[in-house]
């Protein structure tokens, strides 16, 4: 089973960048789907964005099209998320998740990184 670690949450003002990284190990890094999904406090956790294992098809939820952007980086096993223009309802915890395939990339299932909390202020 593949494990998950988030970084580069924090704190930023609204319009600013972030940038997140998941660092993947334990399992063939390559032959995973990978996305990002969030939770804010009260909500259920949603999809943000998701890349292919060959990094050539990337998916994004409608709320961050445009402003946000995901790729991977096979030679380090790791998966980003650039994120610019933030805005306060982006704040929320982000989590990292594995699926073995893009199929149902939007549903929250698979495998899960500890999460790493994004705060907009504004």
Known sequence: QVQLVESGGGLVQAGGSLRLSCAASGHTFSSYAMGWFRQAPGKEREFVAAISWSGGSTYYADSVKGRFTISRDGAKNTVYL?????????????YCNAKASLSHYELPFGS?????????SS
Do not use: I, P
């Open 82 to 94: 650039q994120m610019n223009s933030l805005k306060s309802e982006d704040t929320a915890v982000y």
């Open 112 to 120: 899960w990184g500890q999460g790493t909390q994004v705060t907009v």
